[in-house]
């Protein structure tokens, strides 16, 4: 069994999944859009181009997401973190200040009696994560 985030956007999920490809080394992009698919009918123009359906590879990890449905609410990921935990300190600096280009910072990264560093931030999409590298045992 596997546990795969999928997120729902509310429109911009191709621009982060983009993003996330650039900057977390995401691979194997995937969107499928609105336009050519079943649920194309009934789809107002302005939403055809949205992802109806999107998948990206982090590492080896496979994150799923969608801009939802037309005219419904997105309210953002109330109560969720995704979390990276990066082998080196630089890599979760690096990591943290690509999340942070434009998001909002919870927490600034810094050293805690848990990890070397770890820090929380929500991502220009909405996004929240928590970036750490572990205290090795």
Known sequence: MK???YIQ???NCAQAFAYYQQH???RDLMIMTFRGS???PGTSPDWLDKAMHASVHID???LMGTDGMPGQPHTGMQGCSLTLSADTEV???RIFEALSDKGKVTLPMETTFF???FGM???QFGVAWMVLCQTPR
Do not use: H, N, S
């Open 3 to 5: 546990l795969e985030p």
């Open 9 to 11: 956007f509310g429109g």
């Open 24 to 26: 977390l080394g995401a």
């Open 38 to 40: 079943p649920g194309e």
């Open 60 to 62: 080896g990890q496979r």
């Open 91 to 93: 890599e979760a600096e």
């Open 115 to 117: 990890a070397r560093r």
């Open 121 to 123: 931030v929500t991502d």
